[in-house]
């Protein structure tokens, strides 16, 4: 699975997992870095222990783009991202 990530456009903020603006870090608005933020590939892969019970795990990757390699250059720079997780679901 993939997803692609923009800016709305060149005058928006990058916003964090709250809905606030990010304003540190290199970040803000900058229209000449352009509004692609990154792009994400994910492996999933789920069991279902029982009829109400499911297991799943999962691996991405995130690559950074234009704007947050060019928003944090000057404060050490962007690194792809790794993750990994497990999840169970439980039915009741």
């Known amino acids: 699975m993939g997803n692609v990530f923009?800016?709305?456009?060149?005058n928006d903020s990058f916003y964090n997992v709250g809905g606030a603006p990010r304003a540190t870090g290199g970040y803000g608005?900058?229209?000449?870095?352009?509004?692609?933020?990154?792009?994400?590939?994910?492996a999933i892969a789920g069991y279902a222990l029982t009829r109400n019970a499911q297991i799943e795990t999962g691996y991405g990757h995130f690559f950074t783009g234009s704007y947050i390699d060019k928003s944090v250059a000057g404060v050490g720079g962007s690194k792809d991202a790794d993750w990994i997780y497990v999840q169970t679901t439980i039915k009741f």
């Open 6 to 10: 923009w800016l709305a456009d060149k």
């Open 29 to 42: 608005i900058h229209p000449g870095y352009g509004n692609f933020v990154g792009s994400e590939l994910t």
